[in-house]
């Protein structure tokens, strides 16, 4: 069965530097959820998108942006980078914004030196 | 305002032994699920279960068996004949399902079982 992929595994970047992270949901999940776990913590929810629309917000720094595009694929765009950025950033997919059918990626590995 | 609690910040048993992770939660809504997550050293987020408020019996999948208590806002997970492949951070979410609700999962700060042989 298809999964919740998430490009790429792994990214290294510098201070200061951009970041793009890309998901792709399950086909006809149309709502993407982005979390973020720093070393030693649980996931903490940063952004979701529902029918290409912001459904909710959380704790998402003004320096991460993110959208939903028309193939319900989403990207997490982060500028300005920060040491404290490192994480693991996770997309999870569902249908409708309902629980049943809820499904994470492997996540992507973002490494700020 | 949701909220999961694990009390439980790493536990350390030998192999064969049965271990329980606890879950405390806190909602005000009457419809909401919980899960338990399993994320071994490699990092990702492996689903175990979900189980919604309405839904009260315990359930028991192999090794595993979790006991959902609604008068204790309870979601304990418990491994029989735990094996070092068991060795993981274990995060127990809650998730409201109110109208209002988008969806998202509020985590437990997790419990880092270590299964020596």
């Known amino acids: 069965a298809a999964g919740v992929i998430q490009s790429p595994r792994h990214l290294i970047k510098e201070k200061r530097e951009t970041a793009t992270l890309k998901c792709y949901p399950i086909?006809?999940?149309?709502?993407v959820y982005w979390y973020q776990q720093g070393p030693g913590q649980d996931p903490q929810f940063l952004i979701s998108?529902?029918?290409?629309?912001?459904?909710d917000k959380g704790s998402i720094p003004d320096r991460f942006s993110a959208q939903q595009f028309s193939d319900y694929h989403s990207e997490l765009n982060m500028s300005s980078l920060e040491l404290g950025d490192s994480a693991l950033y996770f997309c999870a997919s569902t249908m409708g914004q309902k629980l049943r059918s809820y499904t994470f990626g492997s996540g992507t590995r973002l490494t700020v030196v | 305002a949701q909220k999961v609690t694990q009390a439980q910040t790493e536990i350390s048993v030998v192999e064969k032994e049965d271990v329980t992770l606890d879950c405390v939660y806190e909602t005000r809504d009457t419809t909401y699920y919980l899960f338990w997550y399993k994320q071994p050293p490699s990092g990702e987020l492996v689903f175990l279960i979900r189980?919604?408020?309405?839904?009260?019996q315990n359930e028991i999948s192999g090794r595993y068996s979790w006991n959902f208590q609604k008068s204790t806002s309870s979601f304990n997970f418990t491994i029989t004949a735990s094996q070092v492949v068991d060795s993981a951070v274990y995060f127990c979410?809650?998730?409201?399902?109110?109208?209002?609700?988008?969806?998202?999962?509020?985590f437990g700060q997790g419990t880092t079982l270590q299964v020596k042989p």
């Open positions: 998108f529902y029918e290409k629309m912001q459904s």
């Open positions: 086909p006809r999940h149309d709502t």
């Open positions: 979410a809650l998730s409201e399902e109110a109208s209002s609700n988008t969806g998202k999962l509020i």
């Open positions: 189980r919604n408020s309405f839904d009260e």
